[in-house]
T-cell receptor, first 113, second 110 residues
Framework: DAGVIQSPRHEVTEMGQEVTLRCKPI?????LFWYRQTMMRGLELLIY????????DSGMPEDRFSAKMPNASFSTLKIQPSEPRDSAVYFC???????????FGPGTRLLVL | AQSVTQLGSHVSVSEGALVLLRCNYS??????LFWYVQYPNQGLQLLLK??????LVKGINGFEAEFKKSETSFHLTKPSAHMSDAAEYFC????????FGTGTRLTVIP
């Protein structure tokens, strides 16, 4: 199994630009989670999906952030427009039905200049 | 509501010494508890978990943790530290979501 796949692994962009982060969960998993990790705030849950439906997006910082899951094998997290304070590592994780164990991807390191 | 407190953001031990990373939780329902490890520039990897049953849980790389309901604790231990154990360790409690602690960075001194 390839595990959770995230792309890109690194992204450098300028303030005001649109950023799209991508995630492919483990095949057969039906829940998907987006996290943000920074030195100051640690790991924060942004949003999670169950069976492609957003269940809790209370962690999404503001309207500049949006997430979609058009099918069971793909999700995107979009930031538009991006700001320097969005610089962080963004992780995607997935779980299989009936399990609480989350499997994390390698993360996308985002730097907004 | 669920929450996790990890005591000590940094822990240093000598190679071969006991590793003890502390975690206390708060949960309104019987908790599921997890320890994850994060190596530099990598994602989080599950170390071990407690759901039900035996309160002493063994994980990968020689780590284990004991669920103590009376103390609301789930401390992580390893009898003998190895250089490769240097990483950041996160305790988490779950209901529908995982609530992570702030992490403990473990340094192993040769």
């Amino acid at each position: 199994d390839a595990g959770v796949i995230q792309s890109p692994r690194h992204e450098v962009t300028e303030m005001g630009q649109e950023v799209t982060l991508r995630c492919k969960p483990i095949s057969g998993h039906n829940s998907l989670f987006w996290y943000r990790q920074t030195m100051m705030r640690g790991l924060e849950l942004l949003i999670y999906f169950n069976n492609n439906v957003p269940i809790d997006d209370s962690g999404m910082p503001e309207d500049r952030f949006s997430a979609k899951m058009p099918n069971a094998s793909f999700s995107t997290l979009k930031i538009q427009p991006s700001e320097p304070r969005d610089s962080a590592v963004y992780f995607c994780a997935s779980t299989e039905p009936g399990s609480e164990t989350q499997y994390f991807g390698p993360g996308t390191r985002l730097l907004v200049l | 509501a669920q929450s996790v407190t990890q005591l000590g953001s940094h822990v240093s031990v000598s190679e071969g010494a006991l590793v003890l990373l502390r975690c206390n939780y708060s949960s309104s329902v019987p908790p599921y508890l997890f320890w994850y490890v994060q190596y530099p520039n990598q994602g989080l990897q599950l170390l071990l978990k407690y759901t039900t049953g035996a309160t002493l849980v063994k994980g990968i790389n020689g780590f284990e943790a004991e669920f103590k309901k009376s103390e609301t604790s789930f401390h992580l231990t390893k009898p003998s530290a190895h250089m490769s154990d240097a990483a950041e360790y996160f305790c988490a409690v779950s209901s529908n979501n995982l609530f992570f602690g702030t992490g403990t960075r473990l340094t192993v001194i040769p």
